[in-house]
């Protein structure tokens, strides 16, 4: 498994920006697709973004789309997630989370088909 550490959260007022770091370390990087998650005081982790190994595939959810942008560095084996327009909705412990699937230009929404987990970084927007 590949291990992964999140930054750069923190408290924000609404209609700030934040951009969260995920390191990863002790696999190949590239070989993973990435996707970001958050979970809320009192509800269910929920799917942010995902993108490809290549970078050339992301997606989206629609609560964030146009606000968020994920990308990645393979050379620095980093995956980010710039968010824009903060509400206080988008509170939430962010997680990062790794897939192993090389040169599979594919991510995927779904928790269950992430291998490893980074361990939060808190994001507080107040409005």
């Known amino acids: 498994q590949v291990q992964l550490v999140e930054s750069g959260g923190g408290l924000v007022q609404a209609g700030g920006s934040l951009r969260l770091s995920c390191a990863a370390s002790?696999?190949?990087?590239?070989?993973?697709?990435m996707g970001w998650f958050r979970q809320a005081p009192g509800k269910e982790r929920e799917f942010v973004a995902s993108?490809?190994?290549?970078?050339?595939?992301?997606l989206y959810a629609d609560s964030v789309k146009g606000r968020f942008t994920i990308s990645r560095d393979n050379a620095k084996s980093t995956v980010y997630l710039r968010m824009n327009s903060l509400k206080p909705e988008d509170t939430a412990v962010y997680y990062c989370?790794?897939?192993?699937?090389?040169?599979?230009?594919?991510?995927?929404?779904?928790?269950?088909?992430?291998?490893?987990w980074g361990q939060g970084t808190q994001v507080t927007v107040s409005s």
């Open positions: 989370a790794a897939d192993w699937s090389p040169k599979i230009e594919r991510s995927s929404t779904r928790g269950y088909d992430y291998d490893s």
């Open positions: 993108i490809s190994w290549s970078g050339r595939n992301t």
């Open positions: 002790g696999r190949t990087f590239s070989d993973y697709s």
